[in-house]
């Protein structure tokens, strides 16, 4: 190494040691002859101190030089000392500068990165990251995959790596092709995730199986949302929901003893989906603040209007605070954006209601509203009616946007729950067919399976989702392992006999010698990770990520392509 040390590692002890240190200029100072740097590399900082006279090629090194700087360790004289660097109460004399790389002016500000517009971060990512929080991002992310990869190492599941390029066997997203050049109008797929080979690695008596595996889904990107992303992936043979639930759990405990330093309380809360549905109105309840729904669709005949009187289902959340106008108006306009009316807000101050719409209450609904209400002297309730789909959408997202209003998300709580015995199906009402609430490799209850051609709406799954603070971190499931069973739920999609041989003919046969019983879940690895450290951008724990338009600005991908490489691969292009 051209280093005897790295920048993090001289302590007083090293006082009198000659040494090496090499890195980047993170500041210079100059006090007459004397110059002050600064030395960074990724383990710290270090003060050196040079004599401009000794070191001429000093005077124009600008910040972010990469430099190797030899001399004398020695102990800071007193005052000027640093408490808050880890190498404070040292700093290296130089003898001899010497300028591996002498950096020109950067294009992006690493000391006010608030500076820098997101599209600079993106194209000049390779100093993005050289910042503290990047660096502090990138080394977190880096402990958490190895805490997984030990706790499930300690359980006996082996890393396994499945191909990149794969048959175009869709999972619900669009898939990312590549056109094969060998083989004319033939493409593979990059996976969507490895779940029909994980599945195949249970055939072959595996066992257990995990991989921090990327998965790739051409779809419209959000904060949550990258092209490529990664699982924490894992599949296990005779297992039992329960047993999925233990790996998990003791993942995430992993997690929280080695990396995040404290305790989780497992297991985790369970909620059945229709639980869920009544209480928060999603499957992805956020649980670390109360605002539950409340049913009041019994008394809507209770009512002098319409809106309440002609609605399938109308519920309601207590909020505990009396709302300014302009706070109601502004959930009224969530309620609208998940295609609601928007919401009916009603006061209640000693046991009495006002509003404009109280009016049209009868007495039995003023009494339920009153007596929900009864924990708290004074509260706006607010009311959302309608189909039970939209209330429930709608309300949902009220209930989040209240409780960022009125403050109740504290930061570092992280409340983790599963929810459990999904349907097996929804229903596509734009395209009218049935489609797997999960993947259609997902094991139906049995004593839902006779229910399977006939009433498809009446099959609940052998399903699991695993939520924290509101967001979907993973789903899994028992799988199918006999191909009769499975081919029924290819029908029940509209999957043909035909069309399911021909995309899926290997897999259904790898059932017809010896499948064993099988289930597992995948986590979304960038997702957990910007939550544990309170961010929802994922990209902040991504290395390179792309923009929202699925381009990288560094690279300038996705990039034209010559004519002769598309040509080679038997592609035409549209002009
Ligand atoms: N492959 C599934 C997914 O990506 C996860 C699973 O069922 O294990 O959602």
Redesign the pocket.
Known sequence: MLRTHTCGELRKKDCGKTVALAGWVSRKRSFGKLVFISLRDRFGETQVICNSDENPSLKDLRKESVILAEGKVQERKKGEDNKEMATGEIEVAVKKITILNAAEPLPLDLDNAENNSDEVRLKYRFLDLRRQEMKENLVFRHRVSQAIRKELCSKGFLEIETPFLVRSTP?GARDYLVPSRVHKWHAYALP??P?IYKQLLMISGFDRYFQLAR?FRDEDLRADRQPEFT?V?LEMSFAEQQDVFDVVEGIISKIFSEVMESGIETPFLRLAYKESIERFGTDKPDLRFGLELKDLSKLANDSSSDALSSAECIKCIVTGDLLSRKQADSLSEVARAYKAKGIIAINKENNELSGQFSKFLGDKLKEKLVSLSSGFEKSTIVIVAGKAKTVNEALANVRNELARMLGLIKKDVFKFCWVVDFPLFEWNDNEKRWEPS??MFTMPKKECLEFLESSPEKVFADCYDLVLNGVELG???LRISEPGLQEKVMKVIGLSHEKAREKFGFFLDSFRYGAPPHG???LGLDRLIAILKNQNDIREFIAFPKNKKAECPMDNSPSIVSEAQIEELGLKLKK
Do not use: K
């Open positions: 999972e969507q995730s779940q998965c699982q992936d999960h993947h789903s899994g499931s597992g879940i995948a």
